[in-house]
């Protein structure tokens, strides 16, 4: 499926193949709070990082590197590469290098309508904020740290890998 997605003021266009377009997971990590604003939900949709366009504006795209800070490690710079608009500050894909053929970008960023996720994993929750009301009942699926499945394994699990 070929997804359309631009930034809030839009400086910044693109467009790339998604093999997960069904947006299958809330992430409550203060990583996606603190960079997308309040429930930021970044690697929820895949797509062929090959495949990825910039149709307009890759001079206002900017990157960060989250800082990792875990109980007991070092703090440290993570490689996953965080697309932003420079102008509004629109979150728009993640990129991790250590998985070179993945893109993952916001679903927040994509234009083009997404199928709705027969079941969402509430995922993070032991890094949420207090304030944060989690989504509770039927459909909603809550792991304290990440899934056990990877994003293609949900696709694949709820018949979603063909679409």
């Given at each position: 499926m070929?997804?359309?997605?631009?930034?809030h003021?839009?400086?910044?266009?693109?467009?790339?193949?998604?093999?997960?377009?069904v947006p299958f997971?809330?992430?409550h990590?203060?990583?996606?709070?603190?960079?997308?604003g309040s429930?930021?939900?970044?690697?929820?949709?895949?797509?062929?990082?090959?495949?990825l366009k910039?149709?307009?504006?890759?001079?206002?795209?900017?990157?960060?590197?989250a800082?990792l800070?875990?109980?007991?490690?070092?703090?440290?710079?993570s490689?996953?590469?965080?697309?932003f608009?420079l102008?509004?500050?629109?979150p728009?894909?993640?990129?991790?290098?250590?998985?070179?053929?993945?893109i993952?970008?916001h679903a927040?960023a994509?234009?083009?309508?997404?199928p709705?996720?027969?079941e969402?994993v509430?995922?993070?929750?032991?890094?949420?904020?207090g304030?944060?009301?989690?989504?509770?009942?039927?459909?909603?699926?809550?792991v304290?740290?990440?899934?056990?499945?990877?994003?293609?394994?949900?696709?694949?699990?709820?018949?979603?890998?063909?679409?």
């Open positions: 070929v997804l359309e997605g631009s930034c003021c839009g400086a910044v266009r693109f467009s790339l193949e998604a093999h997960g377009p997971m809330h992430c990590c203060s990583i996606c709070r603190k960079t997308a429930g930021g939900y970044g690697i929820n949709l895949g797509g062929h990082a090959a495949t910039i149709r307009k504006g890759a001079k206002q795209l900017g990157c960060y590197h800082v800070r875990e109980p007991g490690k070092r703090a440290r710079r490689p996953a590469e965080r697309r608009c102008k509004c500050g629109s728009l894909w993640l990129y991790d290098p250590r998985w070179p053929e993945l993952h970008p927040s994509i234009d083009t309508p997404l709705r996720p027969p969402v509430e995922a993070g929750l032991a890094y949420a904020a304030w944060v009301d989690v989504p509770r009942g039927k459909g909603h699926r809550h304290q740290q990440w899934p056990d499945e990877s994003l293609a394994e949900w696709h694949e699990r709820h018949g979603l890998d063909r679409l």
